[in-house]
């Protein structure tokens, strides 16, 4: 069995300090684990995606996420946040690509 | 780019109505999903498909049904709506690889009345 927790309904962070989003999940299998980013009445983007590689992955704009098996979390982080990355965040894991499992969502608020 | 169509943005339908959701993509890809969003559910998936004529329930089949007659179309049936299948839909592919990227459509908003 598959699930995903998002740990944060809601993240607040000012402007230019670091971003932390987090995420635990379970999986009977050797987990894929991906993060989209869905901006207000936008579709869903990619962010990054670990797939049994390099366990510390880099995405699109700044964002890395950390797979760390021993603590079952894949959580999301940003050195700076920038205004534009005020969205809704969704941690994803899926084991053998038939079926994705989503978190609940993390609504990332960055403040001026 | 790949592309995923959902034929409508916005519907309204009244309850008791059949309602058709339909889903194109054009890259060939084996693998599509419907999903329903709802706020602090994040989203679920309500069926999925990984050939023509193939298709699996997901978490949440019940008042829907699906329909994949050609690879490039995923249909969703709602038999016959009811007031708390409004929701956003959204539609997904990909294809059967080692390390797949999902393609979303943009999500169709259906309200029932």
């Known amino acids: 069995a598959q699930s995903v927790t998002q740990l944060d309904s809601h993240v607040s962070v000012s402007e230019g300090t670091p971003v932390l989003l987090r995420c635990n999940y379970s999986?009977?299998?050797?987990?894929?684990l991906f993060w989209y980013v869905q901006h207000p009445n936008k579709g869903l983007q990619l962010l990054l995606k670990y797939t049994s590689a390099a366990t510390l992955v880099k995405g699109i704009n700044g964002f890395e996420a950390e797979f760390k098996k021993s603590e079952t979390s894949f959580h999301l982080t940003k050195p700076s946040a920038h205004m534009s990355d005020a969205a809704e965040y969704f941690c994803?894991?899926?084991?053998?690509?038939?079926?994705?499992?989503f978190g609940s969502g993390t609504k990332l608020n960055v403040k001026p | 780019d790949v592309k995923v169509t959902q034929s409508s943005r916005y519907l309204v339908k009244r309850t008791g109505e059949k309602v058709f959701l339909e889903c194109v993509q054009d890259?060939?890809?084996?693998?599509m999903f419907w999903y329903r969003q709802d706020p602090g559910l994040g989203l679920r998936l309500i069926y999925f498909?990984?050939?023509?004529?193939?298709?699996e329930k997901g978490d949440i089949p019940e008042g829907y049904s699906v329909s994949r007659e050609k690879k490039e179309r995923f249909s969703l049936i709602l038999e016959s709506a009811s007031t708390n299948q409004t929701s956003m839909y959204l539609c997904a592919s990909l294809p059967r690889t080692a390390s797949p990227k999902a393609f979303f459509g943009q999500g169709t908003r259906l309200t029932v009345v």
């Open positions: 498909s990984y050939d023509v004529k193939m298709k």
């Open positions: 999986s009977s299998y050797s987990p894929s």
């Open positions: 994803v894991v899926s084991s053998n690509f038939n079926k994705f499992y």
């Open positions: 890259m060939d890809h084996e693998n």
